[in-house]
C-alpha cells in the first residue's frame, strides 16, 4: 500500500488520535520516515500536541455557559420567552384552554349574555348571578308546565283509549240527536243507568278540557270517530 503527502496532510488528526487501520498505520509510518517533507510536519505536531497534554486543565468560568448561550440564542429573558412559548405548544395546554374557553361560552350562554352586543356591565357578577338565577327559574317553569301538560294529555288518552276498547261503552258516550234529555235517560225512550251516566259526563269533562288546551289533537279526534 502507498502513501503520499496529500494522504499525510488528510489523515493526519486520525494519525494523532490513534484512528488509522494497521494497514494505513504501517504504509503512514513507512512514508514519513522516507520523506523529507513529511517527517519535520507530524514531528512537530506530534511535539504541539505533547505539551498542550502536559499543561493543566482550566476550569471553565460559571459564566462561560451563559455567555456563550447569549451571543448564540440572545438573552436570558428572550430564552425563557421562547421557552415559555414551546410550552404553549404542547397538545395538554391547548385541550386545556379550549375547554376552559368552551365552559365560559356555555355559562355566559346559560346566563342570557348577549353576543351581538356586548357590554362590559352584563359580565358583573351581580348581573351573571341575577341571569342565571332568571333563567334556571324559566326552565324549571317550563318543565313544569310541560310534566303537567304530558300528564293530561296521558290521562285523556287513557281515558279515551279505555272507551274506544268497550263498545257498549262507547256506544253509551255517542251524542244522539235529541231535542230533549230528561234526567237518568240517554234518550227520550230508555234510561240508563247512573254508572253509564256518570261516566259518559266525566269523559264529557275531559273532551272539553282536551279542546281547551290541544284544539289541534280534539280536531284529529274528531275526524277520526266520523271516519
Not at 505536531?45 to 456563550?68: D, K, M, Y
Not at 405548544?89 to 385541550?95: E, G, L
Not at 342570557?112 to 333563567?135: E, Q, V
Not at 235517560?185 to 234510561?191: A, I, L, V
Request: charged share 25%; hydrophobic share 35%.
Amino acid at each position: 500500500m502507498t502513501w503520499t503527502c496529500e494522504q499525510t496532510d488528510a489523515r493526519l488528526s486520525d494519525y494523532l488520535d490513534g484512528l488509522l487501520e494497521p494497514a494505513e498505520q504501517t504504509a503512514f509510518d513507512h512514508h514519513v520516515n522516507g520523506c523529507g517533507r513529511c517527517t519535520p510536519l507530524v514531528a512537530g505536531v506530534s511535539q504541539v500536541l505533547t505539551s498542550l497534554h502536559r499543561l493543566e486543565q482550566v476550569e471553565p468560568s460559571p459564566r462561560l455557559v451563559n455567555a456563550i448561550l447569549t451571543v448564540t440564542q440572545g438573552p436570558q429573558t428572550w430564552r425563557n420567552a421562547k421557552r415559555w412559548l414551546r410550552g404553549l405548544q404542547s397538545p395538554r395546554f391547548v385541550y386545556g384552554a379550549v375547554s376552559v374557553a368552551a365552559t365560559i361560552v356555555l355559562l355566559l350562554t346559560a346566563t342570557g349574555f348577549n353576543w351581538r352586543r356586548p357590554k362590559l356591565a352584563d359580565l358583573a357578577p351581580a348581573t351573571i348571578y341575577r341571569n342565571a338565577d332568571s333563567g334556571l327559574h324559566r326552565v324549571y317553569a317550563r318543565t313544569a308546565k310541560f310534566v303537567s301538560d304530558l300528564r293530561v294529555v296521558y290521562e285523556i288518552q287513557s281515558r279515551i283509549n279505555e272507551t274506544e276498547q268497550s263498545p257498549a261503552m262507547r256506544e253509551d258516550t255517542i251524542p244522539r240527536s235529541s231535542p230533549k234529555k230528561e234526567p237518568g235517560r240517554t234518550d227520550n225512550s230508555q234510561p240508563s243507568s247512573p254508572k253509564q251516566q256518570n261516566r259518559a259526563d266525566e269523559i264529557g269533562r275531559n273532551l272539553r278540557v282536551l279542546a281547551c288546551e290541544f284544539p289541534t289533537l280534539i280536531g284529529a279526534l274528531a275526524d277520526r270517530r266520523v271516519s
